[in-house]
């Protein structure tokens, strides 16, 4: 219908007054144009009239400061190279380099430019930008690129200070119109070595308008965080938010807009072949030594034209995030701390890190010391719910065998039968007579869960831990064999020495060697500084449960189990 409803309307309609002029126009005979009276030029793109800038050759400049060394080229106006200095590499002989070579080489360096043209995006990161500096040049400092052809036209400035911020400006005239190009940090990070640094990426952003709760904590939660799987690579998210990029476990690359309203993020996945083993090269390998990892990324721009923009690129660390202001935020912290990811209980989280980092600026000035002396402090605080349980664990097997003979009354009716009703309104009386809350001896436990499911977020995202020498571990944020070996033992001495009343001993034999092996091989792979917190958690227990089953409780509780031991033997 739309195909035979235009060729009707073609047919008889009459044209519009344009189309009528202009066929007028050539209908009439040629005159002679008037020097005074040029021709139109409205329909011609305004780019073509543009001077032509373009390099000739390849050039370099770098933009250095006490936190990093950033080395620029001219070919697409990107970041070669961005070496952070107060870091070490995963190898621990240089500082640690931000860019990853083999990923950007593939799918684009920093500050390169992102459309959602791919041969303009070629175009855009390939040209030979004209630079206003070339060398070297110390922060405070600014440099801008420039790029124009017959129909595009660029401009790159960049500005940095002292700090991790950098300010951005681009522009992007493609055939007189100004486009959506986004500054991107399209491929991962340079401290990525391993398949699980790869999969502690994510991309994040902040909406002061969020509604959200959180799980556990009934807070609103204004940073949405987006795990690898739910990433696809060239999807949009428009804004308004405050910031918005991507990281790993221990840096980042931030984008903070002026205007978050007109604000968009576009969100890149790639996929990379790495090696299973750090510096194996994986050309020639099997399957077996190399794996298939996800890169991230994210590009950060205005819609609407020219982006002006911060960029944080650096750290996750917590002193440093805390000390940028984002003057947008009016309905959280005006900061970036939300980049750290404490998790459902940061609110403990968060004091807990603050009180480590005390204990290691003002009494250790070493993060191992640090968390021993914490967990020495927590383990004792604890101690009270300790007993508390134990208290509850025996009035339960105390009154074991008058419940046990209320069951054998009601035995005989099934679980629909009105009166199984009454058992339980028997066994509630005797708890009430007895004194005996049920839930008292998971109760302690329950306490605990949310204090150390905090502790343990914490140390996951203390980037202090990073390369943080004790003793003979050399990195407390990595695996350590001996750690989980020492926990392991600790656990089955543990579980043997504690009187676990009500428990069949068969049953209380297999949990003494099953627990503790379930444990290890889940604390195998991860960080030394949480396997450090555990093993000491678990030795100073020992300890508190050899004085206590010295108590008249603890002598009470292994009377009973013994007791109960010799009648299963009979």
């Not at 708890?431 to 302690?444: D, F, M, R, S, T």
């Not at 099953?514 to 958690?537: C, H, R, V, W």
Request: aromatic fraction near 10%; include cysteine.
């Amino acid at each position: 219908m739309l195909v035979v409803s235009q060729a009707l309307l073609k047919k008889y309609m009459p044209p519009p007054p344009e189309q009528a002029q202009n066929k007028t126009a050539q209908t009439q005979p040629a005159t002679k144009t008037s020097p005074a009276a040029p021709a139109p030029q409205a329909a011609i793109p305004r780019s073509t009239t543009v001077a032509a800038k373009q390099a000739s050759t390849e050039t370099e400049t770098v933009i250095e400061n006490d936190l990093y060394r950033i080395a620029f080229t001219n070919r697409g106006a990107q970041v070669k190279s961005w070496i952070l200095k107060k870091f070490d590499n995963d190898a621990q002989n240089g500082p640690l380099e931000l860019v990853h070579f083999a990923a950007a080489q593939k799918y684009g360096y920093p500050l390169s430019l992102w459309t959602y043209d791919e041969t303009l995006n070629s175009r855009l990161n390939s040209a030979l930008y004209i630079p206003s500096n070339e060398g070297n040049l110390t922060a405070p400092a600014q440099i801008t690129f420039e790029y124009a052809d017959q129909d595009l036209v660029v401009r790159k400035t960049f500005h940095f200070d002292h700090t991790y911020v950098l300010n951005v400006e681009t522009s992007v005239l493609y055939k007189g119109a100004e486009i959506f190009a986004a500054p991107a940090w399209p491929a991962g990070f340079g401290d990525q070595v391993t398949p699980a640094s790869y999969a502690a990426s994510g991309i994040d952003y902040h909406n002061d308008a969020s509604t959200e709760r959180s799980g556990y904590i009934f807070f609103p939660t204004y940073v949405t965080r987006l795990p690898v799987k739910s990433i696809s690579g060239g999807n949009t998210i428009k804004g308004p938010f405050e910031w918005a990029g991507t990281g790993d476990q221990y840096f980042t690359a931030i984008f903070i807009p002026n205007d978050p309203t007109s604000a968009a993020m576009v969100t890149l996945r790639n996929p990379m072949e790495i090696p299973q083993k750090p510096g194996f090269n994986p050309v020639g390998a099997g399957s077996k030594d190399t794996a298939n990892v996800d890169l991230l990324g994210a590009a950060v721009g205005n819609l609407r034209g020219p982006t002006t923009e911060r960029m944080y690129v650096g750290p996750k660390e917590l002193a440093v995030l805390d000390a940028v202001p984002v003057a947008t935020i009016k309905n959280d912290s005006p900061d970036l701390r939300g980049i750290v990811n404490f998790g459902w209980w940061g609110i403990l989280s968060r004091p807990l890190f603050l009180w480590l980092k005390w204990t290691y600026n003002h009494i250790v000035h070493n993060w191992g010391w640090a968390i021993v002396i914490q967990t020495f402090i927590i383990t004792i605080l604890l101690l009270p719910l300790r007993i508390t349980q134990m208290k509850s664990m025996l009035k339960m097997q105390r009154i074991q065998p008058q419940i046990k003979n209320i069951q054998e009354k009601y035995k005989k009716y099934s679980l629909r039968d009105p009166r199984k009703a009454a058992m339980n309104e028997e066994i509630s009386a005797l708890y009430k007579k007895e004194g005996v809350n049920p839930a008292g001896g998971c109760l302690p436990l329950l306490i605990q869960f949310p204090f150390l499911i905090a502790y343990y977020r914490m140390l996951g995202v203390a980037l202090e831990l990073r390369h943080a020498h004790w003793l003979w571990i050399t990195d407390l944020s990595a695996a350590d064999w001996v750690l989980p070996l020492l926990m392991v033992v600790s656990m089955i001495v543990m579980q043997r020495m504690t009187p676990q009343a009500g428990m069949d001993p068969a049953q209380q034999k297999m949990m003494t060697v099953m627990m503790p092996l379930m444990m290890g091989f889940i604390f195998f792979k991860l960080a030394a500084g949480l396997n450090l917190y555990y093993t000491e958690s678990n030795l100073i227990s020992i300890a508190q449960q050899a004085v206590m089953n010295r108590t008249k409780l603890g002598r009470e509780m292994r009377e009973m189990m013994e007791k109960r031991a010799r009648k299963k033997e009979k």
